[in-house]
Nanobody, 132 residues
Framework: QVQLVESGGGLVQAGGSLTLSCTVSGLTSTNIGMGWFRQAGWFRQAPGKE??????????????YYGDSVKGRFAISKDNARKSMNLQMNNLKPEETAIYYC???????????????????WGQGTQVTVSA
């Protein structure tokens, strides 16, 4: 069974930085890692709010896409050595306190890359808390 696992969450002051990481396990091939997905990304969900698109990548081409609120501050990237995916978050704001989820899609289409329904694999999430 394919599983995604996030790491790197924690408590940070406003204006600070965190890097999240996502790895995949349960694949028959041990060499492909996150490349097993056509696209992979990050979403976040704060209490009482809907799940929000943060960033995603079309894995093969490496094209990156960002939610409007994080453009210029967050960066999604591949870790080729670990075959994982990272999310570098800079200049964090208190309103970005949420659970951050890693997600992967085997057959997602580009036009719906921001739609969580396109993703068929999800991690359990990692808490990010930004203090004022």
């Amino acid at each position: 069974q394919v599983q995604l696992v996030e790491s790197g969450g924690g408590l940070v002051q406003a204006g600070g930085s965190l890097t999240l990481s996502c790895t995949v396990s349960g694949l028959t091939s041990t060499n492909i890692g996150m490349g097993w997905f056509r696209q992979a990304g990050w979403f976040r969900q704060a209490p009482g709010k809907e799940r929000e698109f943060v960033a995603a990548m079309r894995w093969s081409a490496g094209h990156q896409y960002y939610g409007d609120s994080v453009k210029g501050r967050f960066a999604i990237s591949k870790d080729n050595a670990r075959k994982s995916m990272n999310l570098q978050m800079n200049n964090l704001k208190p309103e970005e306190t949420a659970i951050y989820y890693c997600a992967g899609s085997r057959n997602g289409i580009l036009s719906s890359i921001q739609n969580p329904a396109q993703y068929d694999s999800w991690g359990q999430g990692t808490q990010v808390t930004v203090s004022a």
